[in-house]
């Protein structure tokens, strides 16, 4: 699965502000998979690359390290059902 991202820096604000809700940071490649599974369930997703935050500390030696890649999953409901 060809996997695409949003490139534009959005603030998480602006997202909250559009609807979006963060759900959690994981490596690409298995970003792939819960992206399907959102939306069998009915939402719209978005990945970004990842923004650490104080939060993700725990991942921050693999992003430090640089091997992994990692994304940030958003979603909302889709338009029809907000």
């Known amino acids: 699965m060809v996997?695409?991202?949003?490139?534009?820096?959005?603030?998480?604000?602006?997202?909250?502000?559009?609807g979006w809700e963060r759900r959690f940071t994981i490596e690409e490649h298995r970003a792939a998979e819960c992206k399907e599974n959102y939306e069998a369930?009915?939402?719209e997703?978005?990945?970004?690359?990842?923004?650490?935050?104080?939060s993700d500390q725990a991942c921050s030696e693999c992003f430090r390290a640089?091997?992994?890649k990692l994304v940030?999953?958003?979603t909302r409901p889709k338009a029809e059902q907000r």
Not at 3 to 18: C, F, G, I, N
Not at 46 to 54: M, S
């Open 66 to 68: 640089e091997t992994c």
């Open 45 to 54: 997703v978005i990945l970004l690359p990842a923004r650490l935050t104080q």
């Open 3 to 18: 996997m695409h991202y949003m490139t534009a820096t959005v603030s998480p604000e602006e997202l909250e502000r559009q």
């Open 72 to 74: 940030t999953i958003y």
């Open 41 to 43: 369930l009915g939402f």
